[in-house]
């Protein structure tokens, strides 16, 4: 595709979604011309005289083409002006933390990820960074939990378990108003499914381990902004700190995203097939899922994503011995931690994703020992239901 209309990252573009996730950041490259980006697998560069060097690269830690490449892919995709890309999602979350200094506070979702709780508790709030953890999906609450030294609000919508949506519109007009930087883990929506900064946020994190990879084969993240001096800041940050993914991981995730519309697509189709099914079933209590009408904050995600993402919750009847069996019968869903795969993943968050958060918050939290969590993947439809009925009767009464 000509230089002229190779989709620019910085917004304004008419193309469509995998349009865009196909061609951006990847004019063949090099003297052959190859289609795909190729992994430029060098540490270093050679230069043509000292501290001159041939378009910016002069070492790997700093920049790699291939990671440019994926750069600019994310940043069309989640209509940003600049991404980062990390060799994980924490380390993402770890370089937009350390952009705060000592002293700084932060109003977090009370429901996040359980390793960025853990970033934050056990990390920085020793280096002096403090936080407030707070039902998020109220936005109002908002006002009760800034203080003088608020800087940031984190959040994720859908939460991670419990699928609560904050109407980001709004979330972020009150940040706004006291002068808060929003910043959204986007990775359960992935950015097909939602694009926070165009609802207002200003700091976009995702684990690129998930639905963005998508074959659970690579672990990486990404922050993507329009802020200029906050991306050169943690432009310098990626670099002084190195947490940089490999050109490999770069390769993957840039082949993952050409597919990530047709794949949410299906995870989405799948995912409300299973949440109706759930629904109907005497012995779950409780099914959590954006898409169904029961869900508290259905209105608001209808109107900020494009459909509902591949995540369900499901509280079932009985207690640990009902939900353990139920885990241990699944055939075709895996019982493993991560999500946002092709496959069908099932896990316990109690036990197993959200360990690190204390037990008393879990539980006013509403993460039980009932709860399951599926991460629906895109095997046929009739064979995903077919093995959570036989897991669901053969766990009755245990
Ligand atoms: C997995 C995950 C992370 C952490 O990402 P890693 O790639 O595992 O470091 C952060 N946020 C959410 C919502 C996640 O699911």
Not at 225 to 247: C, M, S, Y
Request: some cysteine.
């Amino acid at each position: 595709m000509g230089q002229e209309t190779k989709p620019k990252s910085s917004g304004g573009s008419t193309l469509g979604f995998s349009t865009v996730a196909i061609h951006a950041g990847q004019d063949p490259l090099g003297p052959v011309r190859s289609v795909m980006t190729p992994i430029f697998q060098t540490s270093t560069y050679a230069q043509t005289s000292p501290g001159e060097y041939f378009s910016g690269y002069d070492y790997s830690r700093s920049k790699n083409p291939t990671r440019t490449a994926l750069e600019e892919n994310l940043a069309a995709l989640e209509k940003g002006k600049h991404a980062l890309c990390f060799s994980s999602g924490c380390a993402a979350a770890d370089a937009v933390m350390h952009s705060l200094k000592s002293g700084d506070h932060v109003i977090c979702g009370d429901d996040v990820y359980g390793g960025t709780f853990r970033i934050f508790d056990k990390i920085f709030k020793p280096l002096g960074i403090e936080f407030s953890f707070i039902d998020i999906s109220e936005p109002r609450q908002l006002a009760h939990a800034v203080r003088a030294e608020t800087k940031m609000v984190w959040l994720e919508s859908p939460t991670n378990p419990l699928l609560k949506v904050t109407d980001l519109v709004e979330l972020s007009r009150l940040a706004k108003e006291r002068g808060l930087t929003v910043v959204v883990d986007n990775t359960f929506s992935s950015p097909y499914l939602q694009n926070p900064l165009e609802l207002g946020a200003d700091v976009v994190v995702h684990s690129s381990t998930k639905y963005i990879g998508g074959h659970s084969d690579v672990v990486g993240g990404a922050i993507i902004t329009n802020d200029d001096a906050l991306a050169e800041r943690l432009r310098f940050i990626q670099n002084a700190v190195g947490a940089v993914p490999a050109p490999l991981d770069c390769f993957l995730l840039l082949r993952s995203t050409k597919t990530l519309a047709l794949r949410m697509e299906r995870h989405c189709d799948n995912a409300e097939a299973v949440a109706a099914f759930l629904n109907e079933r005497s012995d779950v209590e409780r099914v959590v899922y954006p898409g169904l009408s029961s869900h508290p904050q259905h209105e608001i995600a209808k109107r900020q994503m494009r459909r509902f993402g591949g995540m369900i919750s499901v509280y079932l009847e009985g207690g640990l011995s009902r939900a353990r069996k139920f885990l241990e019968s699944v055939r075709l869903f895996t019982l493993a931690e991560s999500l946002g795969g092709v496959e069908s993943l099932i896990e316990h968050p109690a036990i197993m994703t959200h360990a690190s958060i204390p037990a008393e918050i879990r539980a006013s939290l509403g993460i039980s020992d009932s709860l399951v969590r599926l991460s629906v993947g895109i095997e046929d439809i009739d064979d995903l239901i077919a093995d959570l009925r036989q897991a669901l009767d053969v766990s009755q009464g245990a």
